[in-house]
T-cell receptor, first 112, second 115 residues
Framework: AQSVTQLDSQVPVFEEAPVELRCNYSSSVSVYLFWYVQYPNQGLQLLLKYLSGSTLVESINGFEAEFNKSQTSFHLRKPSVHISDTAEYFCAVRSSRGRLTFGEGTQLTVNP | DAGVTQSPTHLIKTRGQQVTLRCSPKSGHDTVSWYQQALGQGPQFIFQYYEEEERQRGNFPDRFSGHQFPNYSSELNVNALLLGDSALYLC??????????????FGPGTRLLVL
């Protein structure tokens, strides 16, 4: 069975500060990892994904995540956050048959 | 290119009633998955449909059922509603087959409140 642990339920930071949202996974088979973002009263938006190849993946809005197989982690980072990055972030692992297993989420709050 | 759409956006029902939620996948997608997101939690997988068949199912009772139509759209039905069924129901679409194709894109969700 697959599982995802997001180590921080809430992360408050100041604008323009760096941030790291931590995610650890458990999977006995090939690993496909995702980060989704959810703004209030909205659905999930795909932020970035790791399917294969380079272990460092980037999104168009400055986020990046690194797949670390030895530490079974897929932490999300951004060097400088904006107020508009305030949202709930979900890490997910996908099974070979397409089922996504999500973590409990991390609420990122960016303060001015 | 329209993304995943869901209807209705909000719904209020009473215990014991039945509800049907609808989803239209992204253009070119043939697979639909449904998730339940309770308040303050991550989404939980309900089931997935492909070629009008339930392909796999999560740990949900038989009160939860679904259907996929020839145009790939899908419905989620919940019978005998319980208070605990109150949640945001998310539909995700994807293309079956191949690692790179099976990325799921989510709709805005239907928020169901059971009183």
């Amino acid at each position: 069975a697959q599982s995802v642990t997001q180590l921080d339920s809430q992360v408050p930071v100041f604008e323009e500060a760096p941030v790291e949202l931590r995610c650890n996974y458990s999977s006995s088979v090939s690993v496909y990892l995702f980060w989704y973002v959810q703004y209030p009263n909205q659905g999930l938006q795909l932020l970035l994904k790791y399917l294969s190849g380079s272990t460092l993946v980037e999104s168009i809005n400055g986020f990046e995540a690194e797949f670390n197989k030895s530490q079974t982690s897929f932490h999300l980072r951004k060097p400088s956050v904006h107020i508009s990055d305030t949202a709930e972030y979900f890490c997910a692992v996908r099974s070979s048959r397409g089922r996504l297993t999500f973590g409990e989420g991390t609420q990122l709050t960016v303060n001015p | 290119d329209a993304g995943v759409t869901q209807s209705p956006t909000h719904l209020i029902k009473t215990r014991g009633q039945q509800v049907t939620l609808r989803c239209s996948p992204k253009s070119g997608h043939d697979t639909v998955s449904w998730y339940q997101q309770a308040l303050g939690q991550g989404p939980q997988f309900i089931f997935q449909y492909y070629e009008e068949e339930e392909r796999q199912r999560g740990n949900f009772p038989d009160r939860f059922s679904g259907h996929q139509f020839p145009n790939y759209s899908s419905e989620l039905n919940v019978n005998a509603l319980l208070l605990g069924d109150s949640a945001l129901y998310l539909c995700a679409s994807s293309v079956l087959g191949g690692v790179y194709q099976e990325t799921q894109y989510f709709g805005p969700g239907t928020r169901l409140l059971v009183l």
